[in-house]
């Protein structure tokens, strides 16, 4: 499923850091059987912009995160920082591209070690990373303090289990920016917090990526915070990206049927700062409501055709027998589905 050429919304943010072209990804399971994790994914990251990667647990949202930190080996595709291609062999200077593209886990609870203090997790990166730096101390200090944990003497010497949820995920992130990355990939970063402190700390995110010109990938099920804190959307569904275009537009208005069950789906998104209103759901023609009450749990993707095929309403023999590619739509944004016509009927009459 190879994208049209869209000019990405990030892309108004800053220039392109990481760009992953075709990216895939294979597992071989017992009896010989394959499974697509990650089909032709494109996209890129941008100086200053955070791109969302939305879809539900097991779409292959994390897999790709995986590919881009190196911790998995792609199948297919390419990735390329400032240009210059990534190769997992590459020793040195693969070393040297992990240092610049930082992975925070979702898990704030078992990515610390338990028997270490937040000094310790944060002293041993910045003496990997910051050989320059002759007052490690004083370098503690300060991620602390760009983190908002203050005063940073109160931290520095408490073990994991004596801080809350958001304190860890701040430590986390810390540790991360130690590395003084250009790259971030958040994976879920808010969704084992409690939900009064998830806007503060996509606020600290937002922050972060400002002052210090971050390129953001965002993981997350919720698309009402997607909304909120993006400037580019991609909906994965099965391991393929099924939606994509600037972040109010696709939450405002969903082309794809898969987009708009998650938009009908979300929670009160005036929660997290958002004005995205469910009466707004399903304009395009009604299609959420019907992927709604038709069909909205039927198993995981097809294994022919359109992956959301046997989970949508508006599916037909193409659509079971077909993979859509992603179709360009006004406002460079485009969608993967046969029957746009019917599910985007105001999307697709300026389709390009």
Known sequence: ??????????????????????????????????????????FGLYRGAVVALVGESGSGKSTVAKLLAGQERRTHGTVTLDGTPV?????????????????????????????????????????LHQKEVKDVSQAVTALLEQVRLTPADQFIEKYPHELSGGQRQRVSFARALAARPAVLLADEPVS?????????????LDDLRT????????????????????????????????????????????????????????????????????????????????????????????????????????ADDKCRRETPGLQLLPSNRAAACWRLDVAAPSGTDSAV
Do not use: W
Request: charged share 20%; glycine share 10%; proline share 6%.
């Open 192 to 204: 084992m917090l409690d939900v009064s402190i998830r806007l503060e700390k996509l606020n600290l």
């Open 1 to 42: 499923m190879t994208g049209p050429e869209i000019e990405a919304a990030a892309a108004a943010r800053g220039p392109l850091t990481l760009e992953a072209v075709g990216l895939g990804k294979d597992f071989k399971l017992a009896g010989g059987t394959v499974l697509h994790a990650v089909r032709d994914v494109s």
């Open 87 to 127: 190769d997992a062999r590459a020793g040195r200077a693969f070393r040297r591209y992990k240092s610049q593209v930082q992975y925070v886990f979702q898990d704030p609870f078992s990515s610390l070690n338990p028997v270490h203090t937040v000094g310790y997790h944060l002293t041993r990166p910045v003496k």
């Open 211 to 314: 002052r210090l010109s971050l390129a953001l990938l965002y993981i997350t099920h919720d698309i009402a915070s997607a909304r909120y804190f993006a400037d580019e959307v991609l909906v994965m569904y099965g391991g393929q990206i099924v939606e994509r275009g600037p972040a109010e537009d696709v939450t405002q208005r969903p082309a794809h049927p898969f987009t708009q069950l998650l938009v009908a789906s979300a929670p009160d998104p005036d929660n997290l700062g958002s004005s995205l209103k469910s009466g707004n759901v399903g304009q395009n023609g009604g299609g959420a409501e019907r992927v709604g009450r038709v069909k909205s749990s039927t198993g995981g993707p097809a294994e022919a055709g359109c992956p959301f095929s046997n989970r949508c309403p508006l």
